[in-house]
């Protein structure tokens, strides 16, 4: 199974201020005959389900703020929330769905400092 | 607007069995993968289950193999977990997930199975 490891496992940032949440893979999934990275990054707050925000590593679900942006390839990923905002105080996660079974990041902590 | 409404959790003694239901609406459940994806209290997410749309294909997480079966009633847009010989660390919230590509794009508010004497 490919392991999915995120960085850092929590973090405080000022309103307003940005947030850097990294995840690295513990093999590739980029799959090279279409050139996509086979990762999303979904928010959960506290006591709801999780939400979708990025799939294909750097696409926006429907809805998302543009605050939100996904980049990286092959192993390595961000998710950067450019400035963040109260209600985005969350648990985010990763998942890579490039092969069975799909697997998720342990989860980051995001606060408000 | 899709919606997934899920039923049948509860308090369960060790070694007994429950059987959950997610009630699909608002997009076309047969043409969807499916998936149950659970978590434990104040834990992380675990893709436990998943079905093909069609109800052909299945996928069991080690954790659940050969204790807990999916399957899919497209008639009725809904999803089905069984789950027999529940043990503690099977108390979790599972979630009923549509799923595209393998990822998920819309969530259940999620049900809660706790397994304790």
């Known amino acids: 199974d490919i392991v999915m490891t995120q960085s850092p496992e929590s973090l405080a940032v000022s309103l307003g201020e940005r947030a850097t949440i990294n995840c690295k893979s513990s093999?590739?999934?980029?799959?090279?005959?279409?050139?996509?990275?086979?990762l999303a990054w979904y928010q959960q707050k506290p006591g709801q389900p999780p939400k979708l925000l990025i799939y294909?590593?750097?696409t926006r679900e429907s809805g998302v703020p543009d605050r939100f942006r996904g980049s990286g390839s092959g192993t390595d990923f961000t998710l950067t929330i450019s400035s963040l905002q109260a209600e985005d105080v969350a648990v985010y996660y990763c998942?890579?769905?490039?092969?069975?079974?799909?697997?998720f990041g342990q989860g980051t902590k995001v606060e408000i400092k | 607007e899709v919606q997934l409404l899920e039923s049948g959790g509860g308090l369960v003694q060790p070694g007994g069995s429950l059987r959950l239901s997610c009630a699909a609406s608002g997009f076309t459940f047969s043409n969807y993968a499916m998936s149950w994806v659970r978590q434990a209290p104040g834990k992380g997410l675990e893709w436990a289950s998943a079905?093909?749309?069609?109800?052909?294909?299945?996928y069991y997480a080690d954790s659940v193999k050969g204790r807990f079966t999916i399957s899919r009633d497209n008639s009725k847009n809904t999803l089905y977990l069984q789950m027999n010989n529940l043990r503690a660390e099977d108390t979790a919230v599972h979630y009923c997930?549509?799923?595209?590509?393998?990822?998920?794009?819309?969530w259940g508010q999620g049900i809660l199975v706790t397994v304790s004497s």
């Open positions: 998942q890579h769905y490039y092969s069975s079974p799909p697997t």
């Open positions: 079905i093909s749309a069609s109800g052909d294909d299945t």
């Open positions: 997930a549509k799923v595209v590509g393998n990822y998920v794009d819309h």
């Open positions: 093999q590739s999934v980029l799959y090279s005959p279409n050139n996509r990275n086979y």
């Open positions: 294909w590593a750097s």
